[in-house]
């Protein structure tokens, strides 16, 4: 079984900064790519930013020069690290690792995602 635990979350006043973790843990040989994505109250979940395994990046228009993604293969965790935070950027943040496979043997690649954390920024 494999589990996500994000940690980070929490109130901050505009213009200030946060950084996201998540941690994988579990059977895991290997994991393609692994993103942040986020919920804000009443709209629909978005891609953040998403980080390959070699090292490749994809943001969010909205988030572009704000936020950093970066990860630690040996450590199978992502973070996020967010800066001049917005109002806007209120919601809950999910992580999700893509294309996770358990073992050398098993050509089976599965999703997972985390239980959430909640980014609250203040005006």
């Known amino acids: 079984q494999v589990q996500l635990v994000e940690s980070g979350g929490g109130l901050v006043q505009a213009g200030g900064s946060l950084r996201l973790s998540c941690a994988a843990s579990g059977r895991i040989f290997s994991i393609n790519a692994m993103g942040w994505y986020r919920q804000g109250p009443g709209k629909q979940r978005e891609l953040v930013a998403i980080?390959?395994?070699?090292?490749?990046?994809n943001y969010a228009d909205s988030v572009k020069g704000r936020f950093t993604i970066s990860r630690d293969n040996g450590k199978n965790t992502v973070y996020l690290q967010m800066n001049s935070l917005k109002p806007e950027d209120t919601a809950v943040y999910y992580c999700n690792a893509a294309g996770l496979r358990s073992s050398v043997w098993n050509t089976k690649i599965s999703d997972y995602w985390g239980q959430g954390t909640q980014v609250t920024v203040s005006s």
């Open positions: 980080i390959t395994n070699g090292g490749s990046t």
